[in-house]
């Protein structure tokens, strides 16, 4: 495994978060790690590349946070800023690829097949993640969109929903408790 190249992008993906012109500050580095954790978890669970899975996961936001003009597309910005990033670190070109795939297809709001283990792993990471980060969900209704308290608790508890629907059959019976557990404080 890579881990130097994976040490770099954590510590830039970190970075990043960190700059005043990330629009969604430092809750982003959390949800990101969140999905690093629960993809290598997946990954471990369903027998994927690791590796790939990791990378793809740090890698998977990073065109939101570095612009949030490129928000509505980063899936196609951030597979080629990865390129680029990894291409830099002389990074095997099919790996590349394949961190690419995961990266462009991560987003449960975007129809595209999931073809590979990896691109699973990332897209269903990316989904369940919001339920380790709720504060940051909160954090967003309430205070980036000022909703008042019951719209923002049904925008939050909507935004799991959908979350946990974007799963692959097989990672919702994996998170099955996880999820009811988080719902039940939304009742």
């Not at 080629?80 to 790996?95: H, M, N, P």
């Not at 980036?144 to 719209?151: A, F, N, P, S």
């Not at 935004?159 to 059959?169: A, N, V």
Request: charge should be negative.
């Amino acid at each position: 495994m890579r881990e130097d190249i994976i040490d770099l992008l954590h510590s830039e993906i970190e970075r990043r978060c960190k700059l005043p012109t990330n629009f969604f500050g430092m809750g982003c580095y959390y949800h990101i790690e969140s999905v690093v954790k629960n993809a290598e978890l997946l990954a471990k669970q369903y027998g994927a590349d690791i590796e790939i899975v990791i990378i793809a996961s740090w890698l998977h936001d990073i065109a939101s946070i570095t612009d949030y003009s490129l928000y509505e597309n980063h899936h196609i910005y951030g597979a080629q800023i990865a390129k680029e990033l990894l291409s830099s670190f002389d990074y095997e070109d099919c790996k590349i690829e394949r961190v690419q795939k995961c990266i462009f297809n991560h987003r449960g709001s975007v129809e595209h097949d999931k073809l590979t283990l990896e691109e699973v792993c990332v897209a269903d990471a990316d989904a369940i993640s919001h339920f380790d980060n709720v504060p940051g969900l909160l954090y967003l209704a309430y205070v980036k969109r000022g909703l008042d308290i019951e719209t923002g608790k049904v925008f939050v508890k909507k935004k799991l929903e959908r979350s946990y629907q974007k799963l692959s059959s097989q990672s919702k019976k994996f998170y099955e408790l996880k999820y009811n557990q988080v719902m039940m404080i939304f009742e």
